[in-house]
């Protein structure tokens, strides 16, 4: 029986920064999200910044992930990079046209545009932000 990479049931992985601004909570709400809708599974950065050896192996063999940052700071990035964890599927929200501010208040078609960005990004190998890599990529792209 053959595997197809891009099935419901794959075990997708879901790093959001959940940074001090809109756009980083906007990461977070969308990770939730995704996950209760059993697109994939949140995974806790702070484990693979903290260097939790069992966090980054984790990272580090999930067939799927995709990365959620607020903005072009890039700190999901930065600690995946650090922790030698390569970046499949990878998002900038304030890329997707959302501006960056401290307004907690966050906007349900906001969370939707990071939801499906991140759906997007899984299936087509998307990397959107502003220093994309060309080693972005995806099984289904």
């Known amino acids: 029986m053959s595997h197809e990479c891009c099935t419901p049931d794959e075990n997708i ?7 001090g601004s809109n756009v980083g909570q906007l990461t977070n709400q969308a990770a939730v999200e995704l996950t209760q809708q059993g697109f994939g599974k949140m995974f806790c950065l702070a484990g693979i910044g903290g260097q939790l050896s069992g966090f980054v192996q984790s990272a580090r063999e999930v067939p799927q992930m995709v990365a959620l940052d607020g903005c072009s700071l890039g700190c999901a990035k930065a600690i995946l990079e650090q922790a030698s964890v390569p970046i499949k599927s990878y998002i900038v929200v304030t890329e997707l046209g959302i501006e960056k501010n401290k307004n907690f208040n966050l906007n349900g078609e906001d969370i939707r545009k990071v939801v499906d960005a991140a759906k997007a990004a899984r299936q087509d190998g998307v990397y959107v932000g502003k220093d994309t890599t060309d080693g972005a990529e995806s099984c289904c792209g």
């Open 13 to 19: 992985m879901i790093l959001a920064c959940s940074g």
